[in-house]
């Protein structure tokens, strides 16, 4: 998601987006779903000089 879309995902809203990708959630299959992915709008660069400054 972060090189992507640029967005930053908490541990958390990860959880929903990785039940749907592994299909571990086989009876929503075919079903709408929704699911919330919050964290931080960052740009690639900011995100890089702020992971070696840590």
Known sequence: MAKEYHYIVEGAAVVGI????????????????LTFVTGSNIEMEQLVEFAQRH
């Open 18 to 33: 990785t039940a749907f990708r592994d299909n571990l959630l086989p009876d929503l299959k075919g079903k709408k779903v």
